[in-house]
């Protein structure tokens, strides 16, 4: 849901796909552990959906956040100095 959010979505920065990092970040956020949400039984799919909805935000807006952080000129010369 968020892939397919963030493919279609409109936004300030120039959205490269880069599987790589989409794969890292669902790897580390959508676990029970960081999101106990995925550990619940909902007693509904509507309510199943909204979780989904609001996980899929978060993937989406960490996803964003690391695009634009990699464009910031100060981030890029620290990244070189690395």
Known sequence: ??????????DDIALVW?????????TTLLQPAVQPLLAVSYPSREEAALVERQLAKTLGNAYRRILRQRQDARVQQLNALL
């Open 1 to 10: 849901m968020a892939k397919a959010h963030l493919t279609v979505m409109v």
């Open 18 to 26: 880069d599987e790589a990092l989409f794969t890292e970040l669902t």
